[in-house]
């Protein structure tokens, strides 16, 4: 059963934006934090943002002035805005929900920056 749900990948140009979206059943109850979370090939998977209900955000540096989390809690959506994307922004980047004693994740959505 699908409870999390990435759209908006795709492949864009060094420099350019992109924006992802994540959408949560209904059926996930008591969820605090959303956000986002990338891998790399060969590499760990690695904080991108996260966002409470009540709007406390955390980024990971690398990403900081870059890219901007946003939720819609009414639509149980969460958002990344991207600019001035880098090829090291490659990455399947994954949906994150935190809920009552279990953490839910989306299957992935693939972002590629480059020329």
């Known amino acids: 059963q699908v409870q999390l749900v990435e759209s908006g990948g795709g492949l864009v140009q060094p420099g350019g934006s992109l924006s992802l979206s994540c959408a949560a059943s209904r059926s996930i109850i008591s969820i605090d934090a959303m956000g986002w979370y990338r891998q790399a090939p060969g590499k760990q998977r690695e904080l991108v943002a996260t966002?409470?209900?009540?709007?406390?955000?955390n980024y990971a540096d690398s990403v900081k002035g870059r890219i901007t989390i946003s939720r819609d809690n009414a639509k149980n959506t969460v958002y990344l805005q991207m600019s001035s994307l880098k090829p090291e922004d490659t990455a399947v980047y994954y949906c994150y929900a935190r809920g009552f004693q279990h953490n839910y994740w989306g299957q992935g959505t693939q972002v590629t920056v480059s020329s």
């Open positions: 966002m409470t209900r009540g709007g406390t955000t």
